[in-house]
Nanobody
Framework: QVQLVVSGGGLVQPGGSLRLSCEVSGITLRDVSMAWFRQAPGKEDEKISCIQRSAGITTYADSVKGRFTMSRDNSKNTVWLQMTSLKPEDTAVYFC?????????????????WGQGTQVTVSS
């Protein structure tokens, strides 16, 4: 059974930092493309970062480029999202997703597995 367990959300002031974790079980991390998505109230899902399977190439949405860093540790079957210089507009539910047989995609529909969301609130 494939499981993605997300942790690390919370309330942070503007300019602050948070690190999200996504622990994966039931599949081998190096064989899947892993992405972080977020959904803000009233908005559609947004892919903010993705690590492509095998090659490990990482991409970011323009909205987070330079502020967020995605990483993975295949030995721990875990990916992280380090978020810095957080802004109120980063407030959203964040979740990770895994795509087994393809490369990174902007569409959540292409990911067969995703974890529960964690709330990130950026507010003073």
């Amino acid at each position: 059974q494939v499981q993605l367990v997300v942790s690390g959300g919370g309330l942070v002031q503007p300019g602050g930092s948070l690190r999200l974790s996504c622990e994966v079980s039931g599949i081998t991390l190096r064989d899947v493309s892993m992405a972080w998505f977020r959904q803000a109230p009233g908005k559609e899902d947004e892919k903010i970062s993705c690590i492509q399977r095998s090659a490990g190439i990482t991409t970011y949405a323009d909205s987070v480029k330079g502020r967020f860093t995605m990483s993975r540790d295949n030995s721990k079957n875990t990916v992280w999202l380090q978020m810095t210089s957080l802004k109120p507009e980063d407030t959203a539910v964040y979740f990770c997703a895994a795509r087994r047989f393809g490369f990174c995609s902007d569409s959540l529909q292409h990911y067969a597995y995703w974890g529960q969301g964690t709330q990130v609130t950026v507010s003073s």
